[in-house]
């Protein structure tokens, strides 16, 4: 579907959803730049909310991950965990951290997504400029990302999303509001598998 010249959203989305989990993680670590920069162009204006990525029912300092694929030629498969933030802050935003192999040497990239609407990018913003006040247990201690060797990954950039289909998202980076060549895919693990 992704080697047509322009992508049936409505036809692979189908697609995709009818899989079962492991089998959208497969097809979603299969996808490689080509593929993703049409998914990015024909997602424009695919609607997504921090709330859909994380449903507000959860509670606070619930797990939420999704399986990454990223276009870089090497360490392209990662995870971004997710999680509503702890009871008591008054904004409506997520909590989240990378993770992957080379998580040792370039920091866990904590990040805090939001929804940025009416923004040309794309409707949630995951923002490595932020740092989260909180984590639940089991993540990695919290550090900006000025830390280590995040500083030349992560530091100054904010990823935007769109929505692909139900459990796939198609994400841009962007660096003082700059577009970069880098995309990645994210599809959703449910809650509770």
């Known amino acids: 579907m992704l080697r047509e010249p322009v992508v049936d959203l409505d036809a692979f989305a189908r697609r995709f959803e009818s899989a079962p989990h492991a089998e959208r993680v497969a097809i979603t670590e299969s996808i490689d730049r080509k593929g993703q920069e049409k998914l990015w162009e024909a ?5 997504v909310t921090i709330g859909q990525m994380v449903p ?13 694929k990223n276009s870089l030629p090497v360490f392209s498969r990662f995870q971004k965990r997710f999680c509503r933030p702890a009871a008591g802050i008054g904004r409506d935003e997520l909590w989240g951290y990378n993770h992957q192999a080379m998580q040792p040497f370039t920091g866990p990239g904590y990040f805090v997504a939001y929804d940025s609407p009416g923004n040309p990018f794309g409707p949630v913003a995951i923002d490595y400029t932020k740092t989260p006040t ?15 060797l995040s500083r030349f990954i992560y530091n100054g950039t904010i990823d935007y999303m769109r929505r692909v289909s139900e459990h796939l998202l198609i994400g841009r980076a ?3 509001g700059n577009a970069m060549p880098n995309w990645f895919l994210l599809c959703r693990e449910d809650p509770g598998r």
């Open 56 to 68: 507000p029912d959860l509670g606070p300092l619930r797990e939420v991950v999704f399986h990454g």
């Open 174 to 176: 962007t660096r003082a």
């Open 43 to 47: 997602s424009r204006g695919g609607p």
């Open 134 to 148: 909180g984590r639940p247990d089991g993540w990695p201690e919290i550090h900006d990302n000025t830390y280590r």
